[in-house]
């Protein structure tokens, strides 16, 4: 049966009323079809953003120039597998925990979903954060001087090489700005996704879930959330990269406090929003193309069952 447009705008499906295995697999897909995406997005964002702490002012042209431009792909696999845990634990736990905290307190507000959606945000990222490493990795070593390139072949050798060489610690490293990007990404993303949803329903009568509600929340959310979590997210990717210094054996980066300070008095503060645009690309895109993706899913879901 093939679905019209014109059907999931009229029929919007809410989580409340699916199963929950196909809530938490139409995130997931829908998370790994938005990456694939704007994945050339998240690729320049970290380079941009890197490239002050390897002593480089970047430039778009210039990587594809020394890198080709299928470059902009490279660590695809690990954004994609990355999105198995991630997308599928965030917005799946969102729904969920929801749900149950509206049985229980007979009510959702926002704050229950600031509540809720940092919690599962922070979850999410826990869970993982070792897909996050090897994607921050892979997209970067193609900039780094040829004698410092790890060189990874894939996500599974990036995996497997991590595990031997630095052992299983190093896949947290950079948790915590990680964990908690990513909890304010479950409140500026998730929750206000779902109230910017209500919000529009009601003073521009639009259809709640419909396409054109789900494009405007996304588009809105994604934009707020990026400005809040971008100085996270150069705290993570700084220190997922980093490597120990040769002299004193030292990281360099040792806590988001620390790293946030350090690069602010080395490099000036807006050091920390170097890479926005493409930043905001991949986060205002993936945010519009992960939730349209996964609306159409539980739309077919409901046609077709």
């Not at 480089?56 to 198995?84: C, H, P, W």
């Not at 980093?242 to 350090?262: A, M, R």
Request: charged share 15%; aromatic share 12%.
């Amino acid at each position: 049966m093939m679905l019209q447009p014109s059907m999931i705008a009229t029929s919007p499906k809410s989580s409340s009323d699916l199963p929950k295995p196909v809530v938490f697999a139409s995130s997931g897909l829908g998370g790994m079809l938005g990456w694939t995406i704007i994945h050339p997005a998240n690729t320049v964002a970290v380079r941009w953003n890197l490239a002050s702490m390897q002593g480089k002012t970047f430039s778009l042209s210039g990587m594809i120039k020394e890198n080709g431009i299928m470059s902009v792909y490279d660590g695809l696999s690990a954004g994609v597998t990355r999105q198995i845990f991630y997308a599928t634990a965030r917005f799946g736990l969102f729904e969920t925990f929801r749900d149950m905290l509206h049985e229980y307190r007979g009510k959702t507000d926002f704050a229950s979903r600031v509540g809720v959606g940092a919690i599962t945000g922070g979850i999410a990222a826990f869970i993982s954060c070792p897909m996050e490493v090897a994607t921050v990795r892979l997209s970067n070593d193609a900039t780094l001087p040829e004698s410092e390139r790890r060189n990874y072949k894939g996500v599974v050798d990036t995996v497997s090489r991590i595990t031997k060489e630095e052992g299983v610690a190093a896949f947290w490293r950079g948790s915590t700005p990680f964990v908690q990007r990513a909890m304010l990404v479950g409140v500026f993303q998730v929750a206000t996704l779902d109230q910017f949803k209500e919000m529009y329903a009601r003073y521009l009568d639009q259809k709640k879930n419909s396409i054109p509600n789900v494009f405007c929340a996304a588009m809105t959310s994604g934009l707020i959330y990026s400005l809040a979590t971008m100085p996270l997210e150069a705290a993570k990717n700084r220190m997922a990269s980093q490597k120990k210094d040769p002299v004193t054996g030292k990281l360099p980066y040792t806590s988001t406090v620390q790293t946030l300070t350090t690069v602010s008095k080395q490099e000036g503060f807006f050091a920390l929003y170097n890479g926005f645009l493409p930043y905001y690309m991949r986060c205002g895109g993936h945010t519009v193309a992960m939730f349209i993706i996964v609306q159409y899913l539980r739309d077919f879901y409901a046609q077709v069952m």
